[in-house]
Nanobody, 126 residues
Framework: QVQLVESGGGLVQAGGSLRLSCTTSGRAFSSYAMGWFRQGPGKEREFVAAESWSGGSTYYADSVKGRFTISRDNAKNTVYLQMNSLKPEDTAVYYC???????????????????WGQGTQVTVSS
């Protein structure tokens, strides 16, 4: 069993930055691909970013490419999401997820993940 706890959300003005963290419990963190998803008000959960288990590959939604960066620290069992140039449309609850998927399809869809955090709210004011 893997437990994930997100932190770092909050209220920020448009153009600002936030860094989300997701710390996992349990062993074998380095075996898991890690992903970030978000769900805005009245919207379905959508893919944001993912990093392969090895850290060698990263994937981003077009809407965040060039602004967000996913990274992981296996020594700390933590994955990060650095969010820059935030926009009001980035307002959402952000979830991290861990999974054993290896393909880009599985890494960019919620069904490819086995474990989820409880979410952290990010609000971007205009």
């Amino acid at each position: 069993q893997v437990q994930l706890v997100e932190s770092g959300g909050g209220l920020v003005q448009a153009g600002g930055s936030l860094r989300l963290s997701c710390t996992t419990s349990g062993r074998a963190f380095s075996s898991y691909a890690m992903g970030w998803f978000r769900q805005g008000p009245g919207k379905e959960r959508e893919f944001v970013a993912a990093e392969s288990w090895s850290g060698g590959s990263t994937y981003y939604a077009d809407s965040v490419k060039g602004r967000f960066t996913i990274s992981r620290d296996n020594a700390k069992n933590t994955v990060y999401l650095q969010m820059n140039s935030l926009k009001p449309e980035d307002t959402a609850v952000y979830y991290c997820a861990a999974g054993l998927g290896r393909s880009i399809v599985r890494l960019t869809t919620s069904s490819g993940y086995n474990y989820w955090g409880q979410g952290t709210q990010v609000t971007v004011s205009s």
